[in-house]
């Protein structure tokens, strides 16, 4: 039995919606047979107004013993350090979360805005919204850089925009069963086991990538190809199980053909939206990807792309993925 | 006479964070502010952004509504770009639109509405042990199914956008996906799972086509009586217990109503234009006030910022819109007291009034005159609204009326595919244009206005179904339609004000929408803000 509470920041509920995807475990399954004791949801909470309230402070006062505090949605600063853009209980949210996360044993931000501050902390940033412990890639956030909860840890990121449900289920579901040693995070606190592997593996278009095959109109011009050299896919450069543990049971963005956007990356919205930025790979010289895949360079990199070129067999360049 | 006042902060299962403060007298809700507590600015992160910035960005206004943003966003571009949308492109806009809607309504029912119907406050009603046997969260018999089930029409979106919720897969000019064979077999199947499952094993305990056949509030309350399976249905259950303990009875409402309308008829609208997208409409648009009904026109929207948190109190239409937040300190001793701005509409002969979004405008637009062979036309819910009056029950089941009626079209535009056609035309990226795209979320009427100058966005905004029924009053003090609707409840324990609940939650708002869905002429107003907040 795990008690936990679920707070939303400057949230756009994206998460809570993604969780109540998940099967194995549903949410229901989490509840009645995993026994997690959800104290409060702001979308499954019975409580509401006094009775509400009354969990919180509770909580963090310790007079109710708190295992798992999730927070979704960003911590909101402004305006001017008063964190009035976001009123929660009659009183700024920021002081409910600094109060909670000293109080829960395990802190756990789930979805890009509570790990690093994600689109609302895009330029310009209006409400001085920041992630729990990072803001963007820099490690401090709302909590600060040496933050630990009780239990020791530091605030374990869940990322995404929104976060996988699987990601948040077992994560949970870990937590809850006292698996806790066994979660390696990575240097932005995300857990490895998720997150070393890129988003593009296991694409169903990584053989066009190996023979820098691209992709060059949506629509029907994504039954071939690959979508990194035209449309600003970041497969190659982001970490995600996304093509391991598919969405809604069924696929991914880059099977669909969209291209990845980076959303597992404290990075994103990238380039922060600028013009000409959106759905364009970005390039030097006209041709060559100004980002190259994680851990290579210009140089090599286009020393590989003429010899893959020159090794591209015919049917890398007919469609794919016909009906 | 006894007058209390009751602040209720939060009032969870909304959707976002909302207050509630009400005035009783006597045991009944004599009046009612709704307040939107969160601010998050997105329309000044979008100015001067790429013009298809908003793909990204306003899905994630709403991870609810989420493909509701990206549709309307994707028909703004259309519009401004002046694309052309191959026949394909629109079916699977379609398709994924309503698979939303089609999670949200038992999602919204099971996880957020019914569990208010399992209240003490309804233990004396004979049908009160039934109602915690199917509805209690988490353990309840319908809830369980339900709300497991509600994933399965998303599945169905990530077939076509790769993933639900927060994909950006809908494009100026189309879609970017190319399903094969398998996605819409596939999506076949899992579609008549969920029917089979839930929608008529149990919440309609009945065909989809019989239900569809019910033409007045007589014909409902025949259908409740007609079999078994269908007086033991959820539906059925919902009808006869709303009855027994008065939700019939209170959530009035302004009883006036504006649907933007959604989903097009794709051989309508291969070339998007604002002036013809009300004919191109399949569940139509149009404004129904004071028993009268007309066209919908985007010029005659405006939003007044008298109790919102922003710096003035005038009607401006969106396009010229200047949103300029303070200090809610400061604000308060304004007497502003909300986020949400309060959109109006100008309607012909009757001037700027509050106008209710939601299921229940769409089903009472649906019986207006004049449709189409190719629109909706349904006299359903104008029968009951002239017979019975709007309430918290009726707003439910026009909700949960669009089940069946969804489901049917998406089985039709998945038959229409024609898979070795085209899904996508590369549109003219113009340096400069004005769109507008609008749909029906879920919950209501969501429209994106966009200003493209110089290749970047000049202005952006978005006005949501939650903005048209959660804003506050406005400058001439007229109650916005939650306020409205509060007016007039029973409340029956102070402590335990479930009544509140079941009425904001009858219109099934998302706070997370409302307080950030605001223009762009703001980008150089908030030093000037932060200046005051130092004061």
Known sequence: MASVLWLQGGACSGNTMSFLNAEEPNVVDLIVDFGLEVLWHPSLGMELGNQAQKIFTDCASGAKPLDIFVLEGTVIEGPAGTGRFDMFADRPMKEWVSELAAAASIVVAIGDCACWGGIPATDPNPTDSTGLQFHKRKKGGFLGADFVSKAGLPVINIPGCPAHPDWITQILVALAAGRTADIALDELHRPQTFFKTFTQTGCTRVQFFEYKQATLSFGEGTRTGCLFYEFGCRGPMTHSPCNRILWNRQSSKTRAGMPCLGCTEPEFPFMDLAPGTVFKTQKVSGVIPREVPEGTDHVTYMAHSAAARVAAPQWSKEDMFVV | MTTVDLHVSPLGRVEGDLDVRVTIDDGVVS??????????????????????????????????????????????????????????????????????????????????????????????????????????????????????????????????????????????????????????????????????????????????????????????????????????????????????????????????????????????????????RNAALINRSGVFANGQFSDFDHLRVSEDTAHSFYKGSGLLHPW??????????????????????????????????????????????????????????????????????????????????????????????????????????????????????????????????????????????????????????????????????????????????????????????CLVCTVHAYDGKTGQELSRFVVNGNI
């Open chain 2, 320 to 509: 010229e819109g200047v949103t300029d937040p303070i200090d809610p300190a400061d604000g308060a001793k304004e007497g502003k007291y909300s986020w949400a701005k309060s959109p109006r509409y100008d309607v012909p002969g009757q001037g700027y009034i509050p106008l209710e979004a939601g299921p229940l405008a769409r089903r009472i637009t649906a019986a207006a005159p004049g449709a189409a062979a190719h629109q909706d036309d349904d006299p359903l819910f104008l029968d009951i609204y002239h017979k019975i009056g709007p309430s918290v029950m009726v707003r439910q089941l026009a909700r949960m009326h669009e089940g069946p009626k969804y489901y049917k079209w998406v089985r039709g535009w998945l038959d229409a595919i024609q898979l070795q056609e085209s899904f996508h035309s590369k549109p003219v990226e113009h340096e400069s244009g004005k769109g507008f795209g609008s749909t029906e979320a879920a919950r209501g009427s969501l429209s994106d206005w966009i200003v493209i100058e110089n290749g970047k966005i000049a202005n952006y905004q978005v006005v949501t179904p939650t903005a048209w029924n959660i804003g506050p009053r406005d400058g001439d003090g007229t109650l916005g339609p939650i306020e409205q609707a509060l007016v007039g409840a029973p409340i029956a324990d102070q402590e335990d004000p479930v009544e509140l609940g079941l009425v904001a939650r009858s219109f099934d708002s």
């Open chain 2, 31 to 276: 009046s009612a502010w709704t307040t939107a507590g969160m601010f998050r600015g997105f329309e000044m992160i979008l100015r001067g952004k790429d013009p298809q910035a908003g793909l990204i960005v306003t899905p994630r206004i709403c991870g609810i509504c989420g493909g509701s943003h990206l549709y309307k966003s994707a028909y703004a571009l259309d519009t401004a770009w002046r694309t052309h949308v191959p026949h394909n492109a629109t079916l699977i806009r379609n398709i994924a639109q309503a698979c939303e809607t089609l999670q949200s309504i038992p999602r919204y029912f099971y996880a957020l509405f019914a569990i208010d119907l399992t209240n003490k406050n309804y233990a004396n009603s004979p049908l009160y042990a039934e109602a915690v046997r199917r509805f209690a969260p988490y353990v309840g018999e319908s809830y369980q199914p339900g709300v497991v089930l509600s994933s399965k029409p998303v599945e169905v979106y990530a077939m076509f956008g790769g993933q639900w919720p927060h994909s950006s897969f809908m494009v100026p000019g189309g879609v970017m996906s190319a399903p094969t064979l398998a996605e819409v077999t596939r999506s076949v199947a899992i579609l008549e799972h969920w029917k089979d499952e839930w929608l008529e094993g149990q919440w309609l305990g009945c065909e989809i086509d019989r239900w569809l056949e019910n033409r007045t509030w007589e014909d409902v309350l025949a259908w409740v009586d007609e079999n078994e399976s269908q007086h033991d249905s959820d539906c059925g259950f919902f009808i006869r217990y709303c009855l027994d303990i008065g939700l019939d009875k209170f959530g009035r409402g302004v009883g006036n109503y504006l649907a933007t309308g959604t989903y097009f008829q794709p051989e309508l609208y291969d070339h998007p234009t604002i002036e013809g």
